[in-house]
C-alpha cells in the first residue's frame, strides 16, 4: 500500500517512516508537513492511507480528514496524535484507527493489519477494478544499484515487497528495486501470475506444491523450495485458478 505522513514535526514523520517499511505491507511512504503540501501530493499520487497528525502548526488535521472525500480515490485515515481526546471527532471521519505518539512497532503493525482488511473488502466489493487487464509484455526491465536488468516473465518465480522494497525472486538469485508491486503486476501475464497476498505475486507455472496453513490458508512451495504465504482474501481466486 502507499503510504501518506502528513505531520508537521520532521522528526516524527521520520520516525514514523521507518516504522512503515519494516512491514511488508506498505510498498511507498511520501511525507507532507501541512495540509496543502498533502492535498497537492494526493492529488498527483493518490495514496491508500494517511497517517494524519492533529496538530500541524497553525492547521487542524480534521480539516483534511473532511476534504479527502472530494478525491477521485479517497485514502482510509489513521489518526496519528500525541493527544488521546480526539477519539470521538476520529470516529466521526471514519478513521480506520487511532494511534498514539510515541510509536511502536507493533502498534503500527497492527493499524496497518486492520487497513489491509479494509482495503481487502474495498477490493471485493469493487468488480470493475479486479478485472481491469493487465498488460502482456514479455520481459521486465528493473534498475539495480544503477544497472538495469531485462528479466524474462518466465524466468520470474515469485514477487513480493520487503521493507519497502519490490524483490523479484529467480532461479539465479534475487533482484532489488524500489519499484512497487502495482507496478510489477501491470506488466505481468495475468494468465502466467496470480496475487496470493497483498505483497506477494507468483508464477502459476512456478508452484510445485500447496499445503494447508494455519486459520483456513495456504502456503505455495515453489520449484526452488521458497515457500509463500496466502491470505485468506486469495483463498478462493488461487483455488479457481489451480482446479483446487
Known sequence: MKVLIV?????ARNELEYLLKQNSLVDQVSQ?????QALTQLLTTPSDLVFLDISLNNENGFDLAN?????ANPPLVVVATAYDDYAVRAFNINAVDYV????EQQRINQALS???EV????????????AKPRKQLGMISITEN??????????ILAGFVENGELI????EGRFHTHQTLSWLMTRLSEDQFMQVHRSIVVNITAISEVEPWFNHTYQIKLTNGDKVPVSRSFVKSMKDRLNM
Open 67 to 71: 476534504k479527502l472525500d472530494q478525491l
Open 146 to 155: 544503477e544497472k538495469t536488468r531485462v528479466l524474462k516473465q518466465g524466468d
Open 119 to 130: 482495503l481487502q473488502l474495498r477490493e471485493e466489493a469493487n468488480p470493475v477494478a479486479k
Open 100 to 103: 498514539l505518539k510515541p510509536f
Open 168 to 171: 523479484l525472486t529467480t532461479n
Open 114 to 116: 486492520r487497513v489491509d
Open 7 to 11: 505531520d508537521d514535526e520532521p522528526l
Open 32 to 36: 507532507a508537513e501541512s495540509i496543502s
